[in-house]
């Protein structure tokens, strides 16, 4: 059975070399890109799984590259692995489609979890930011729940009622499905549901239903 193949973009060659070590037991190793340039040519070039990526790297950024590759219509996950711990670094990787925001100095163990939850679809986020940039899980604000939400927000949640799945709504939207995931998961966090179907009773309940 062959392993999954991940694209490696880093401009510091010790950090690309314990990526290695770290991953090559259960992942092929497809590629190594110094500066978001060369990451572009390879993911056009490789049919890689999964992009592991820093964000600060010469030339252009990890977060522009996401965005090129996302215009050309390469929807290979990405995970940043970020010095960065500033919320909205992580806000802005999630908005252009990153599958995963982790922090250099947490433990490998997250990295790697990062790989599994992205190979499932989803997102993840550095347990240490992640209650930044998504919220308080559980807050809900006393007056108006949905006050907290953002345009974005709401005309998913619209969708999401209307029946649609993430897929349609990326598409109707021209977003990618890990960003209407991201606001999504942002709905649910803020409305303090648990559950998908819980999200669209609320959104029903609080008549998130219509432009």
Do not use: C, W
């Not at 890109?33 to 799984?49: C, H, K, M, Q, Y």
């Not at 929807?75 to 252009?96: G, K, N, S, W």
């Amino acid at each position: 059975m062959s392993r999954p193949r991940v694209l490696l973009a880093d401009d510091h060659r010790i950090v690309a070399a314990g990526l290695q070590a770290l991953l090559r037991p259960d992942y092929e190793l497809v590629g190594h890109a110094p500066d978001g340039r060369s990451l572009l040519e390879l993911a056009r070039g490789t049919a890689a799984d999964f992009v592991v990526a820093d964000i600060s790297m010469p030339g252009l950024n990890g977060i522009a590259a996401l965005q090129a590759m996302r215009r050309e219509g390469l929807d290979v996950p990405v995970i940043f692995l970020t010095m960065h711990t500033e919320p909205a670094y992580a806000r802005r990787a999630l908005e252009a489609g990153a599958a995963g925001y982790v922090l250099k100095h947490a433990a490998p163990q997250e990295l790697l979890q990062a790989l599994q939850v992205a190979a499932q679809g989803g997102v993840f986020i550095s347990a240490e930011i992640a209650a930044e940039v998504l919220g308080t899980p559980g807050q809900r604000p006393e007056r108006d729940p949905a006050s907290g939400l953002t345009p974005r927000q709401r005309e998913i949640l619209a969708l999401l009622v209307d029946g649609r799945s993430a897929k349609e709504i990326a598409k109707l939207l021209d977003i990618s499905h890990r960003t209407v995931e991201y606001h999504k998961y942002q709905a649910m966090e803020a409305l303090g549901a648990a559950t998908n179907a819980e999200l669209i009773r609320l959104a029903i309940k609080l008549r998130l239903t219509g432009p």
